[in-house]
């Protein structure tokens, strides 16, 4: 029967194993990744998605989608209703009504 510090000693030589394994395959990981970059022209950028997908610019405006006829008030359809549009609707008005 083998002694606890002979097991430890075969645990930490397979711990060590492990963690070069993990570093190898890692590292062929990358250089597969690169060639595949290189092979294609990518960037990591291109790899984020940042380059097929443009962000919206910020505070540009929405156009309005609905219109109370009285005041002349608007609301782009985003967030919440305005207070003058629940009431309308409360009070038996449809949305199609305000559409502009």
Not at 33 to 54: H, N, Q
Not at 81 to 89: G, H, I, T
Request: net charge positive; charged share 30%; hydrophobic share 45%.
């Amino acid at each position: 029967m083998e002694s606890i510090q002979e097991l430890l000693a075969q645990k930490a030589a397979l711990e060590k194993k492990i963690a070069e394994a993990q570093r190898t395959a890692k590292a062929d990981a990358i250089a597969k990744v690169k060639a595949l970059m290189a092979e294609y022209g990518l960037t990591a950028a291109d790899l984020a998605g940042k380059a097929t997908a443009p962000k919206a610019e910020p505070g540009k405006k929405v156009a309005a989608k609905y219109r109370d006829p009285a005041t002349g008030q608007t609301w782009t359809g985003r967030g919440l209703k305005p207070k003058w549009l629940q009431a309308a609707l409360v009070g038996g008005k449809s949305l199609d009504d305000f559409a502009i």
